[in-house]
């Protein structure tokens, strides 16, 4: 059986802080020297970091 993480890891320090700044809280941890923001991972989470992407996508032409 395969085991659910609770949590989800975001690389992208930009990413977090817009997050945040929708509600969502986060811890910060050390990933071999660099930082990892981690997160509760909720279905609210996951279509805010879709929405997020779909809005950098379409403005920063990525």
Not at 10 to 36: M, P, Q, R, T
Request: glycine share 4%.
């Amino acid at each position: 059986m395969r085991k659910i993480n609770k949590y989800t890891i975001i690389n992208n320090k930009n990413l977090a802080y817009a997050l945040s700044f929708c509600g969502f809280e986060y811890y910060v941890f050390d990933n071999n020297g660099k930082k990892v923001y981690s997160f509760e991972k909720t279905e609210d989470l996951i279509k805010a970091i879709q929405y997020l992407t779909k809005i950098r996508k379409k403005n920063n032409h990525y």
